[in-house]
């Protein structure tokens, strides 16, 4: 009879210990790991603060140059004209400290001045781009700055975002370009590395020189004729070829320039 007792004993403890562990967890499956201050759901008028001690972030992984399988061909697809042309001289302004480290803040104007330089022949030379002062703005503003920056985009799956603000005649006053800081970016010298790009990242260079088209006037272009061209109106992981402008970028940046 006692070893049945004490045996009895046990399953009761072990039924109150189950149940009690159950009801924790149901009370702690209320209240979220997440910092900030929470009503206790078992306990009126009882407060818990949760504070999460995090792990250290480590650097990101150093992305892979892959230089295979990488084209750049041609298109003879003429970009059409989206309204608006720039005056004979524009300054614009870099942000280099908003630029990621994957790329580096410190080349930002190294592959700015190669994307306006295209452009510039593109116009048959009828714009001169000039590099202003930096700037440490990251938004789009009338405030007689030409900023290329990199900032936060609401737009969703927008690479970059450039803003025109131009009269009615069609002369442009006041332009900026927004690329998206949650992307992963990368930036590939093409005077090093000929026709390579980091793998799992977009371009600087080559999202920037296809914003640069909208600064020249021209529209994007989202049917199959245009896929090759840089004024294309999407945007690839490990894409080079719009650095360099094809014949129908350049025709159509010519047309704004040298016909009217």
């Not at 009761?12 to 910092?35: C, H, M, T, W, Y």
């Not at 001169?128 to 969703?156: E, H, K, P």
Request: hydrophobic share 35%.
């Amino acid at each position: 009879m006692r070893k049945v007792l004490v045996f009895l004993t046990l399953i009761g403890i072990s039924l109150s210990f189950f149940a009690g562990a159950v009801n924790a967890k149901n009370n702690q499956n209320e209240i979220p790991e997440v910092d900030g201050v929470y009503n206790d759901p078992g306990h009126s008028g009882l407060k818990i603060r949760v504070i999460v001690h995090r792990a250290k972030p480590g650097p990101p992984p150093e992305p892979t140059l892959q230089c295979d399988s990488i084209t750049d061909p041609g298109s003879t697809a003429v970009v059409t004209p989206a309204g608006w042309k720039l005056p004979p001289t524009w300054t614009y302004n870099l942000n280099p400290t908003s630029v990621p480290s994957s790329v580096g803040g410190q080349y930002l104007a190294d592959f700015a001045a190669s994307g306006f330089s295209e452009w510039r022949s593109a116009t048959g030379n009828k714009v001169s781009f000039v590099q202003g002062s930096d700037t440490t703005i990251t938004r789009q503003a009338y405030d007689n700055q030409n900023i290329v920056a990199w900032g936060r985009v609401s737009s969703q799956n927008a690479l970059a975002v450039t803003y025109i603000r131009y009269y009615q005649g069609g002369e442009a006053v006041d332009v900026d370009t927004i690329m998206n800081k949650k992307y992963a970016w990368s930036w590939a010298d093409q005077s090093q590395h000929d026709l390579c790009a980091y793998e799992d990242t977009y371009d600087a260079q080559n999202i920037l020189t296809h914003e640069l088209g909208h600064w020249v006037g021209l529209n994007d272009h989202y049917t199959s004729e245009y896929t090759e061209n840089t004024m294309y109106g999407y945007g690839s992981k490990m894409e080079i070829k719009k650095d360099t402008l094809t014949q129908g970028d350049i025709t159509g940046a010519s047309n704004i320039y040298n016909n009217n």
